[in-house]
């Protein structure tokens, strides 16, 4: 996660001052059935998660089966993946250090039985590639989502295990419990290399696949999924046990279906989707998914919401011995949950993953602080966020 420009210590202050003109407002109605886990949220941030009534699909209605998938993501092997990368591989460390982290990477996704291919990343002269291994589509593999988290770090002391080694753990997870069940569409796993210089990886990710014309039709970033504290989340009113998987408006499709995923598939497990404009929380942006969003793809963010959360954010002291097996396995599973019914939701039930028949013809958004296009569907932001969205004084 990259830190926000200006103090990050005062982050937090200036959203709960920000997000704290909608604290008092009534959160919108549950227009689906009643849902403990919907109705314990009362913070500023109870506004913009999507609902049952806003899901849009059936998840019942995927073409591959998710359950099964659930049951082969293993907790422990992810840690496994946080211990062994705990070591500095920040951009002004020696670029052995960042290697020593690609071969880590590379040897799991060998290991799974993929083949792990590079893109050149040069910063200051120096290349450290990106990773990258594809699970081709059954149905449409020309169409592909990507999913990744980076391996740098931020911390010259640190072993960056929250950030975001535990990013990498659940890629890596993921990318093994998909191996012998793909998906209609091409799924993309990756890892990005200078996150924490200015998402400068992913950049050259989605604006490569960009000029080549891929067909991006999400990219997920999965930033700090590994921590979990008890004390109560003064964003949802909820402790700080929840996964937060997170679009802009004009990528709310994507929130939608991994928060329907997540209702439907791991109920036991505290992880939901929201949909958030930029210009109300600006935060949103502050990983490798944004580049995506600024080549006009559709984007999502799982995140343990970082610095809101975990006090060891960027500091000598995000070690293994912070992280949460228990609960960076549940990140894991609803991660998975959202990638198999996103990828292969047939919500018309014509048999054909809509993943691969949607419409792809960009459409220009109006979002103020992302000039861009985006090939996904319009806009459906929750009801009720309209008026944060638009009100001019929130401007970040
Ligand atoms: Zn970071």
């Known amino acids: 996660m990259q830190k926000r420009a200006g103090a990050v210590v005062g982050v937090v202050a200036v959203l709960a001052a920000l997000l704290g003109h909608a604290a008092g407002a009534a959160p919108s109605a549950p227009a689906g059935p009643a849902d403990d886990r919907f109705d314990a949220i009362t913070g500023p941030m109870s506004q913009f998660v999507v609902r049952p009534g806003d899901f849009g699909i059936d ?71 990106n ?26 002391q640190g072993g960056g295990s929250d950030d975001n080694a535990s990013g990498v753990a659940g890629m890596l997870e993921l990318a093994r419990a998909l191996k012998d069940h793909p998906l209609p569409v091409t799924v993309r796993f990756a890892s990005w290399s200078y996150e924490e210089d200015g998402l400068i990886g992913a950049y050259a990710m989605a604006e490569q696949m960009e000029s080549d014309g891929d067909e991006v039709v999400g990219a997920v970033s999965l930033e700090m999924i590994g921590f979990s504290e008890p004390d109560i989340d003064p964003l949802t009113g909820l402790p700080g046990t929840y996964l937060a998987m997170i679009s802009d408006p004009t990528s709310a499709p994507l929130a939608q279906a991994w928060g329907a995923a997540s209702y439907a598939y791991t109920p036991e497990f505290p992880a939901f989707g929201a949909v958030i404009s930029p210009t109300v929380l600006p935060d949103i942006l502050r990983s490798d998914h944004a580049a995506f969003l600024a080549s006009g793809f559709p984007v999502l963010m799982a995140t343990d919401t970082a610095n809101f959360r975990n006090e060891n954010y960027h500091q000598p002291t995000d070690t293994p011995d912070t992280i949460d097996q228990d609960f960076l396995a549940g990140s894991i599973r609803s991660a998975l949950a959202g990638l198999v019914t996103f990828g292969s939701i047939d919500q018309d ?48």
Do not use: K
């Not at 990258?132 to 740098?152: K, N, S």
């Not at 806009?379 to 944060?388: H, S, Y």
């Open 59 to 129: 998840p019942a209605r995927t073409l591959v089966s998710v359950p099964p998938l659930l049951a082969a993501v293993d907790g422990a092997r992810a840690f496994s993946i946080i211990e062994q990368l705990n070591f500095p591989r920040t951009s002004s460390g020696p670029e052995s250090a960042r290697q020593d982290a690609r071969d880590i990477v590379s040897g799991a996704l060998e290991d799974a039985g993929y083949a792990v291919e590079q893109q050149s990343v040069v910063l200051n002269g120096i290349d450290s590639p």
């Open 131 to 156: 990773l990258y291994a594809e699970l081709p589509g059954t149905e449409c593999a020309e169409r592909t989502i990507v999913i990744g988290g980076h391996y740098d770090n931020a911390n010259a």
């Open 349 to 396: 039930q014509d048999g054909q993953a809509d993943a691969c028949t949607q419409d792809l013809t960009p459409v220009t958004t109006t979002t103020p602080t992302t000039t861009t296009t985006t090939t996904t569907a319009p806009a459906t932001a929750p009801a009720g966020a309209t008026p944060i969205a638009t009100d001019p004084s929130y401007t970040g």
